[in-house]
Nanobody, 125 residues
Framework: QVQLVESGGGLVQAGGSLRLSCAASGDTFSRYGMGWIRQAPGKEREFVAAIDRSGGVTYYADSVKGRFTISRDNARNTMYLQMNSLKPEDAALYYC??????????????????WGQGTQVTVSS
């Protein structure tokens, strides 16, 4: 099974940018559909973005469309989330997650079998 480790979180002012990374190990990375899911304090986890195994198809939550870009490098076993024009409401713990076989969607937490420990994003206003 795959192990996932996120990095790149931190404190940024509103309007700023961050790039999150998710490093995978333990299995063939290109077998997995991948997603970013976030959880703010007191709220449920919510879908942010997803990418298929080849990196050719991407999906975004409406709240981040046009500001965030998901990508992956299967040769480096790494997925990325470029976050631009950050808003205070983007502050959350960001998880990367892996889907070992296609389940029809990428949009719910039940669509993913493997999770990282999360990286914190804080946005000051």
């Amino acid at each position: 099974q795959v192990q996932l480790v996120e990095s790149g979180g931190g404190l940024v002012q509103a309007g700023g940018s961050l790039r999150l990374s998710c490093a995978a190990s333990g299995d063939t990375f290109s077998r997995y559909g991948m997603g970013w899911i976030r959880q703010a304090p007191g709220k449920e986890r919510e879908f942010v973005a997803a990418i298929d195994r080849s990196g050719g198809v991407t999906y975004y939550a409406d709240s981040v469309k046009g500001r965030f870009t998901i990508s992956r490098d299967n040769a480096r076993n790494t997925m990325y989330l470029q976050m631009n024009s950050l808003k205070p409401e983007d502050a959350a713990l960001y998880y990367c997650a892996a889907q070992p076989y296609y389940k029809g969607t990428y949009f719910t937490i039940d669509d993913y079998d493997y999770w990282g420990q999360g990286t914190q994003v804080t946005v000051s206003s």
